[in-house]
T-cell receptor, first 111, second 113 residues
């Protein structure tokens, strides 16, 4: 079945850039999403990218999509302590009305 | 303030008891979803509804039931048949079913006594 994989943990120094990677298997996915989850909270939509795009930039966030390799990345510039959270990559699944989520990458930002 | 609300924030269930989690949205969205989140795992789809009075099973529907009598409400019942209900439950909605961005509520944490 469809699958989304992410590394589970990333640690960065405050002010550096963070890059969170994701691979997915469903080549028919039209949209790919990044969500952020803070402790004990729901998921907050950060950004999404349409599959015919290679890159999307939104303030400190840059999403890169390599459709051939089914690889998605989220770069956070000038990472701050408030960026500490779990980041989920999600792809649409064949079969409609369904998102497939990765297990989430826990980002820890240290001084 | 438009958004999705879930209540309660914490819920305790005794053995053999059914409990109902509330999800309400005032975004005028047609589609609503219930996900379950376990530690260290991604979200898994329990049920979804594209329109009032209609809903479909997701990947892990066993032991759960839903209703969609009103557009803004999609309650989830965790029945006694669900043997491992301890998890974080997230409700989401989207403008339409299919390729529309999903927006999430704050979640309900269910614990078994």
């Amino acid at each position: 079945g469809e699958d989304v994989e992410q590394s589970l943990f990333l640690s960065v120094r405050e002010g550096d850039s963070s890059v969170i990677n994701c691979t997915y298997t469903d080549s028919s996915s039209t949209y790919l999403y990044w969500y952020k989850q803070e402790p004990g909270a729901g998921l907050q939509l950060l950004t999404y990218i349409f599959s015919n795009m290679d890159m999307k930039q939104d303030q400190r966030l840059t999403v890169l999509l390599n459709k051939k390799d089914k690889h998605l990345s989220l770069r956070i510039a000038d990472t701050q302590t408030g960026d500490s959270a779990i980041y989920f990559c999600a792809s649409e699944a064949r079969g409609y009305n369904k998102l497939i989520f990765g297990a989430g990458t826990r980002l820890a930002v240290h001084p | 303030d438009g958004g999705i609300t879930q209540s309660p924030k914490y819920l305790f269930r005794k053995e053999g008891q059914n409990v109902t989690l509330s999800c309400e949205q005032n975004l005028n969205h047609d589609a609503m979803y219930w996900y379950r989140q376990d530690p260290g795992q991604g979200l898994r789809l329990i049920y979804y509804s594209q329109i009032v009075n209609d809903f479909q099973k997701g990947d892990i529907a066993e032991g759960y039931s839903v209703s969609r009598e009103k557009k803004e409400s999609f309650p989830l019942t965790v029945t006694s048949a669900q043997k491992n209900p301890t998890a974080f439950y997230l409700c989401a909605s989207s403008r339409e079913g299919g390729r529309e961005t999903q927006y999430f509520g704050p979640g309900t944490r269910l614990l078994v006594l």
